[in-house]
């Protein structure tokens, strides 16, 4: 059953009870396993009601597992009632997440000496089966640094007088959250426009290639025409050369004949003419 549920059910039955019903309800919600939070039932306004009188104790008792440690139970000891075995348990796991909180790293040393632990043995088997086991806390042990490396934990209740502080820790986060959505909405604009430039950029040099190559190849046709119109020409020289030739020796004038004259002749004069280079 999760943290909600149970202590959901806790409230209402700590709203129709009074008095010594209201102790009882105390040590079974303290002493319930999986159950870290007591904030809820701390605001029921029957709980509220044995702050002071007899029953002033437990109300406290409350109050020490709501916010408290292990080290203020021992400095209020005399005030408080006797803890059961269940009760010490989970009062030094809340100890443990009070200091997973504040820290990030926390020496066995100082675990040993807030938790009562003697032996490091004890203490590791403490932290593995009762914290990192259940949830409490997420970390792991440096067996050669000996110390806790934390990585994450449960919530504790937070106490009134602290809510102004938490507040402002949570307005400078927002703050701090917002500027960097606006930083970061900047680069996003700054590469949307960076990456604008370069697809026009892409599509001038593509269109400055296609335009490079029509020209190449008109320039490449015009070679060829120019090559034509000089293999006419040479031909009609080379035409002119054989009617002199014919007419001093008797011979027949050469006429120009049909295409297939001029294919002949057109062989003749490109196999006596070297080929005109491209510059």
Known sequence: MADEAKIQQYVLLAKGARGRAIVDLITKATSEPGLFGFGELLAVPSVQEIKSGEHAAHF???QLFAYGTCEDYKGSAGSLPPLNPQQQL???????VSLALKVKVISYAQLQAVLGIPTVRELEDFIITECCYTSVIKGKLDQRASCLLIHDAIGRDVRPEQLAELEAGLAA???????????LEQRMAFAASEAEAAARKKEAVEAA???MKKNLKAELDLARTGDMYLDDAYMDMEDERMDRLGGGGGHAPVHHGGPGDRAERTDRAAAGRPKRRLR
């Open 173 to 183: 986060w927002t703050s701090t959250a917002e500027a960097l959505l606006g930083a």
């Open 60 to 62: 406290n008792l409350l």
């Open 209 to 211: 290639a296609e335009e």
């Open 90 to 96: 989970k009062l030094k796991q809340l100890t443990v």
